[in-house]
């Protein structure tokens, strides 16, 4: 019973600490990192700065990040596992809700807003996708590796879900290595052991991501300002996710250090965060993230339900 407990509670920590990220990061999203840090960092929920993507979003809402993590999310429980057509549909309707909403139409990236186009004018999942390398799959796929147990499952649903929106090799393989890297973080697998799988699996996609990953692993004893100039922040999933990685990687066993140094990093900080806390939840649980982050956190509970769901359902796989 206990180590049911301690699943379910990486089951909520991992959607938790993504949207927690998330609605951190949004802060800071465009930034660069020197204008950042003599702005003072971010620490809390607040509003971001005129001009930022997330301008007019609230304390503690998140981004499109999280929603389409949540759609991918109820896509997995409707389905009682992946479904391409499933989540492909599901994914065009919210889009097109999204478009059409003025706060929430700024925050979606070209790739994803392109391919949500392209859905809802009819065109088939297998040929809607960009091939702009952005991070748009990375950011949402931490539920298929909460799903599924086998290495070899998570890898193959994790790519078929980014081929909907992002169609690059990059994009496709920094889906797998986030999607892989939570599911080895819920299995206990210590930070090495997690790097190194994530590599493994990404590397049949894209090797130069893989080895963008491995570098930043090798880097996590350095000091932040020479690693994220080194790897960079941007919204291409070559940046991002390494970054995340790197966040992860050098706060390891403190989950609230990981978040706010990827808060921090400058560029796209709501994407580097929310990926950065779908790992650190998957690892350590709820329990591991700051009582007041959970509180303030728009929609909190529901999500906290969808986690629960998603549990549910997937635990008689495991």
Known sequence: MKN????????TGCMLGAAIGDALGKQN???????????????????????????????????????QMLVLARSLIECRGFEVSD????????????????????????????????LNSGMTWEYSGSDIPSCGSAMRVAPIGLFYKDPDDIEFKAAISSVPT?????????????????????????CGGIIKEACSRASNYDVDLSKKIKFSYGKRDYEPDEVFSEIGTSYLVYETVPSAFYCFSRHFDEPENAILEAV?????????????????????????????????????????????????????RR
Not at 35 to 53: E, H, M, S, V
Not at 292 to 305: A, T, V
């Open 264 to 316: 921090n990093a400058g560029g796209d900080t709501d994407s580097i965060a929310c990926i950065t806390g779908a790992l650190c939840g998957a690892l350590h649980g709820a329990t591991s993230f700051p009582e007041g982050w959970i509180r303030g956190l728009e929609n909190g509970k529901m999500i906290e339900e969808v986690a629960d769901m998603l549990f549910e359902i997937s635990l008689s």
């Open 4 to 11: 049911v407990v301690k699943l379910k509670s990486k089951y």
């Open 87 to 118: 989540f492909s549909g599901r994914l065009s309707a919210w889009g097109k809700d999204a478009l059409n909403d003025p706060l929430r139409k700024s925050l979606i990236g070209p790739a994803s807003a392109s391919a949500i186009v392209r």
């Open 29 to 67: 999203e465009g930034l660069a990192r020197k204008d950042i840090l003599n702005r003072g960092r971010i620490t809390d929920y607040g509003k971001a700065p005129a001009g930022c993507p997330g301008e007019k979003l609230r304390e503690g809402q998140y981004t499109d990040d999280t929603e």
């Open 166 to 190: 992002h169609n690059s090799k990059g994009a496709i393989a920094g889906a797998v290595a986030v999607a892989v890297g939570a599911g080895c973080a819920l299995s206990d697998m210590d």
